[in-house]
């Protein structure tokens, strides 16, 4: 307990807490002052928990925290039931481990605490959840939680990989360096090709090339997709002539009463596997990940927790043996019982043998799969490396090949089982010298004690060592410096064969470069006709290219003025048609025919607003007229409520109602009032 209270002193004396504690003003701290540095602690970790103890009630308090160490997957030492009452009441027991366990995880808990702003979940009712909006709210913010995971975990991962931003500093400013040094690069290289002369047909020579070369590694590219697409469509062809093959040799022979029977017993076989077998497994899947889940995220037990586990473990399995031991002692059942018991066995039998049947089936299907794509994996590798799947007589061919081989492998195996057994044997006598020249070694060890020169033979044999690794050393310096000189010898001579043989081919070259040089020259004067009959015709195509690009122009520009003019008559058409019906209508001599009419519907329209503003400009008027006399009014009942309020208020004061003395009053009151209505408006109680 003393190192726990100097540990948490020594802390909170640091920054950033400066609390300037000692073991005994520590130790006598109130339950307030307790829970205050408590609190301060919290804050540390998570900003949000800066609050006054002594402005916060006890039960918000002991929530607050309470609420906050679950978050932070704190594990009490005492019972978790009693924990709010014990930091209610500011136990030291209690909260100086809290305390201790804060600030020696306080980074780490930091971490969790920013975690927990963005991945603590909302518990939403499942009776809100059947609102769409609310639904897809909540989808939403499950994605932004997994998506806030995945970045954090990327954050993680890059902070751990060593990366830095002075080192990122550092290579931007040396590619900012490069890049300045290539721009200047490309200035030089421009003003030295704008120095030269017909630098323009050059340049655009140079964009044809670099255009015609990226087109040709385009055509190169899709070139290549079209042999893939192509190798993989005869490959597929090659698998189903197989399967055909494969299915017309499985159907000779058979009768549709066979291949019925065998497809119904791959359906029982299917069946047993979906409704049974996969959802057993998935069931155990799902509850294994349950279990998982749930440990994971409970926190980290220490040994002591581990051992008490154990401990139950143990103590359940001892329970449930004396019970097993007192059902086999107690069971005398009935034949009936008997032969329930042998149905069940027998049950239980057929089951597991159904499940091993079935699993056996998995585990030959997953080979059969694997097999296949091992197969495929083949053909393709001989396909690439130009070599074909042996078949017919060639088969035949190799596999008696491989017989007479395997005779010879079986008479070298029998071979090599002979010569393992005599190197065990001599293994065996190796050992047993081995034990005899330690035990001849412990001997002499022992003489060379009784006779005082201990560790002589090991000195012998040092010595010995020391210089046969010595001649063995000036052995090899000599060989070293024999084979230098040999090796200086052998070049020299090789140098001057080459030389021998060069010469020659030196005079043979000659021609050949002096013919080299007239066909470049020939070369050049070609290529500069090519090039100028190429530049012509490019600016043809070109001229032809944009005259077909205005003419598109033009053309669009006129279908979209053909549309726009065609929209707008039918618009005009509309609106004629509706004069036409609408004089119709106001011609007509049928007052039915005029009241449908958009000029009487609007007339009487006009009439209904106009009778409407004039009642509501009657309501205004009046409403302007009684106003003065309406505030008096009101103004005379607030004064007769507060008149009234008084009234009772004086009443409570005095313990009763209004007596005698206000009831002899009321008269003169009346007479006053009912004299000063003669010149004023007043309220007369």
């Given at each position: 307990m003393s190192d726990q209270l100097?540990?948490?002193?020594?802390?909170?004396?640091?920054?950033?807490?400066?609390?300037?504690?000692?073991?005994?003003?520590?130790?006598s701290l109130e339950s307030t002052q307790l829970l205050q540095v408590l609190t301060d602690v919290l804050a540390e970790i998570d900003p949000k928990q800066k609050v006054d103890v002594r402005e916060e009630a006890a039960d918000e308090t002991a929530i607050r925290i309470v609420s906050t160490l679950k978050i932070l997957k704190y594990r009490p030492t005492t019972d978790p039931g009693q924990l709010p009452t014990s930091i209610v009441q500011g136990d030291k027991h209690v909260v100086q481990p809290i305390i201790e366990w804060l600030l020696r995880n306080k980074q780490k808990l930091k971490e969790r605490a920013y975690l927990a702003n963005y991945l603590v979940r909302i518990n939403v009712p499942p009776d809100f959840l059947a609102d769409a909006k609310i639904s897809e709210l909540n989808e939403e913010y499950e994605t932004c939680i997994k998506s806030f995971t995945e970045i954090h975990k990327e954050y993680v991962t890059t902070k751990e990989s060593g990366f830095s931003t002075t080192d990122v500093k550092k290579d931007i400013a040396s590619m900012e360096d490069e890049k300045e040094q290539l721009v200047k690069r490309i200035e030089r290289l421009k003003r030295k090709v704008e120095a030269s002369p017909n630098s323009g047909p050059m340049l655009a020579m140079a964009r044809n090339l670099r255009m015609e070369r990226d087109r040709d590694d385009q055509l190169k590219k899709q070139k290549q997709e079209q042999r893939n697409l192509l190798t993989q469509l005869e490959n597929r062809i090659k698998r189903l002539q197989i399967q055909i093959k494969e299915v017309t040799q499985a159907s000779i022979g058979t009768t549709p009463s066979g291949l019925l029977q065998r497809i119904e017993e791959e359906a029982r076989v299917n069946t047993y596997m979906v409704k049974d077998k996969l959802p057993s497994e998935i069931g155990a899947m799902k509850r294994s990940v349950q279990q998982l889940t749930r440990i994971a995220s409970e926190p980290a037990m220490g040994q002591s927790e581990l051992d008490l586990i154990n401990q139950k473990i143990r103590e359940a399995n001892a329970e449930i043996n004396q019970l097993m031991e007192k059902r086999m002692l107690s069971s005398e059942s009935s034949d009936k019982l008997a032969g329930l018991g042998a149905l069940r066995q027998q049950a239980s039998i057929s089951r597991r043998k159904k499940e091993e049947a079935a699993e056996t089936l998995h585990h030959t299907r997953e080979k059969l799969q694997s097999a296949e794509a091992e197969r495929d994996d083949h053909h393709e590798k001989l396909k690439q490396t130009g070599g074909e799947v042996v078949k017919g007589d060639e088969f035949n061919k190799y596999v008696n090949k491989m017989r007479s081989k395997r005779t010879v492998y079986s008479e070298k195996y029998r071979q090599m089982a002979e010569l393992r057994a005599e190197a065990g044997v001599l293994t065996r006598t190796e050992d047993i010298l081995a034990q005899k020249y330690e035990d001849i070694n412990k001997d002499l060890s022992s003489v060379e004690a009784q006779r005082g020169v201990s560790g002589f033979r090991n000195t012998q044999d040092a010595l010995e060592n020391v210089s046969a690794?010595?001649?063995?050393?000036?052995?090899?310096?000599?060989?070293?410096?024999?084979?230098?000189?040999?090796?200086?010898?052998?070049?020299?001579?090789?140098?001057?064969?080459?030389?021998?043989?060069?010469?020659?081919?030196?005079?043979?070259?000659?021609?050949?470069?002096?013919?080299?040089?007239?066909?470049?020259?020939?070369?050049?004067?070609?290529?500069?006709?090519y090039d100028s009959m190429s530049n012509g015709f490019e600016g043809n195509r070109s001229k032809l290219e944009q005259d077909v690009h205005a003419l598109r122009e033009e053309t669009l520009a006129m279908e979209h003025r053909f549309h726009y003019l065609n929209a707008l008559t039918q618009i005009l058409e509309g609106q004629a048609q509706r004069t036409e019906d609408e004089m119709k209508l106001y011609v007509s001599s049928d007052?039915?025919?005029?009241?449908?009419?958009?000029?009487?519907?609007?007339?009487?329209?006009?009439?209904?607003?106009?009778?409407?503003?004039?009642?509501?400009?009657d309501k205004q008027k009046s409403v302007r007229e009684n106003q003065d006399t309406n505030v008096k009014q009101v103004k005379m009942w607030r004064d007769v409520e507060r008149l009234l309020q008084a009234k009772l208020q004086l009443a409570r004061r005095n313990g009763g109602h209004i007596g005698g003395s206000d009831s002899d009053q009321q008269p003169s009151k009346q007479g006053r009032m009912a004299g000063s209505s003669a010149t004023e408006d007043r309220l007369v109680l």
């Open positions: 100097k540990y948490i002193i020594g802390e909170l004396n640091k920054e950033p807490f400066n609390k300037g504690f000692n073991l005994i003003a520590f130790d690794m010595k001649s063995e050393f000036d052995t090899m310096k000599g060989r070293t410096l024999e084979d230098m000189s040999e090796m200086v010898e052998k070049l020299t001579k090789k140098i001057a064969m080459k030389k021998a043989a060069v010469a020659p081919m030196l005079q043979e070259l000659r021609p050949m470069r002096q013919q080299f040089q007239e066909l470049s020259q020939t070369y050049n004067e070609k290529k500069s006709a007052t039915g025919d005029k009241k449908k009419s958009m000029r009487e519907q609007y007339t009487k329209k006009i009439q209904e607003q106009e009778s409407l503003g004039k009642n509501l400009r």
